[in-house]
């Protein structure tokens, strides 16, 4: 039997406005479960680097190799850099992790930790190449490729590539770049190169 017209709108309006609510209560909770994961990540991070930061914060000594082996971690290795140079003491930071590699490293861990990216850091991660593009300006983005171990969703893919920059002549190996992604592709499927350009086109700001 037809249902009369009115009816089906009727039926329409309000499974859409189903739609809408579902959709609108989902999206909340994501947020807020996103911002909670990430407070949780911030919070280890803090209380990994506690000790040093009481320590920078109370005028004591800071060892060489307490910093070493907190920007060994390219998950650390931003704040480790930036708290140090609060502090006054970039002295201690490691020479051989001040470069816009191992910059650009920690700043693609650090994307790829946030809880809508791959949520956690890579259990490996290998520099590959630095790609330099003319924009119009001579720039250079550093590319990676990194992958995780089972059971979490991405392991499926083996290795994948990941890319960060600009970065300029006069850029600091710890200035941010603005342009940090993946797209989870995997290594056997696209180049470096390719990549990069689509980043280079792609990828802005808000």
Not at 95 to 120: I, M, N, Q
Not at 173 to 196: G, H, L
Request: hydrophobic share 45%.
């Amino acid at each position: 039997m037809n249902l009369p017209m009115l009816s089906i709108t009727k039926i329409i309006l309000i499974v859409a406005g189903a739609l809408v609510l579902v959709a609108f209560v989902f999206t909340r909770w994501m947020a807020r479960r996103v911002k909670r994961k990430h407070q949780e990540l911030v919070l280890r991070k803090f209380k990994t680097m506690e000790s040093m930061l009481q320590r920078l914060s109370s005028g004591e000594d800071v060892s060489a190799d307490e910093t070493l082996a907190l920007a060994s971690d390219p998950a650390l290795r931003n704040a480790v850099f930036k708290s140090l140079d609060v502090y006054g003491r970039r002295d201690l930071f490691p020479d051989e992790y001040f470069t816009h590699e191992k910059g650009a490293e920690s700043f693609l861990v650090e994307w790829l930790e946030f809880p809508t990216e791959l949520d956690k850091a890579p259990d490996e991660i290998e520099f590959v190449t630095k790609v330099t593009v003319m924009a119009p300006d001579v720039v250079d983005y550093f590319v990676f490729q990194y992958r995780t171990y089972a059971p979490h969703w991405a392991a499926r893919y083996q290795w994948m590539l990941g890319v960060a920059g600009p970065y300029q002549t006069n850029s600091g190996p710890y200035d941010v770049p603005v342009k940090v992604f993946s797209r989870f592709n995997a290594v056997d499927t696209i180049t470096p190169e390719a990549e990069v350009a689509w980043v280079h086109e792609h990828v802005n700001l808000p």
